[in-house]
């Protein structure tokens, strides 16, 4: 099936870019570790070779970890085709770029609001989505969501290593990628 290093850096750029535009991949909710060792998923919004775009709220605390230290890993896993990908890059946050001016324009008012509520973290005495009760079910208004602007931010991630790895009944296929030079080889499963 991959019997050359193009080829697999062709699949692997050819499975970001479907994840990216395509919330039925299976690729486009991949698992993110930033430099403490914490885990969590997040959507790609984007993938322009070899950079990656995530939306986070400015007020996360992930934000502060990546901009102390910006050393990322990503996991992406396509279970049926039993490839995965895993990626390390160098991460940063931008807020009033504009890339993220772009982003939040490009954005429906149901998935910014999400920004109007009390920061990813904050401790309830309930169950809460931390979102204002007005805007529990209704979609806000662009006037609503001025506020939310400021909390809104783009994670992007500049890809220094690629990682692919085949799983199959015949023997599992696994290529390493040096993205920063350039480079490419073979590797055992």
Request: hydrophobic share 40%; aromatic share 8%.
């Amino acid at each position: 099936m991959f019997d050359s290093l193009d080829k697999v850096r062709g699949d692997a750029q050819a499975r970001l870019e479907r994840a990216a535009r395509d919330r039925r991949s299976p690729m486009h909710t991949p698992v993110i570790a930033t430099g403490d060792a914490d885990a969590r998923v997040m959507v790609l919004r984007a993938f322009d070779p070899w950079t990656l775009r995530f939306h986070t709220d400015a007020r996360a605390p992930k934000v502060g970890v990546i901009e102390a230290d910006p050393r990322i890993g990503v996991l992406f896993y396509d279970k049926a085709e039993k490839v995965q990908i895993r990626v390390q890059g160098q991460a940063r946050i931008e807020r009033d770029s504009a890339v993220a001016q772009a982003a939040w324009e490009a954005g429906n008012n149901f998935a910014r609001r999400c920004y109007l509520g009390d920061g990813p973290g904050t401790v309830a005495q309930t169950a809460s989505s931390g979102l204002p009760p007005q805007f529990e079910g209704p979609e806000p208004s662009d006037e609503d969501l001025i506020p939310a602007r400021e909390h809104f931010a783009v994670l992007l991630v500049e890809l220094t290593r690629l990682d692919w790895f085949h799983l199959a009944h015949d023997g599992h296929c696994r290529a390493q990628f040096d993205l920063a030079q350039g480079t490419a080889r073979w590797v055992t499963p």
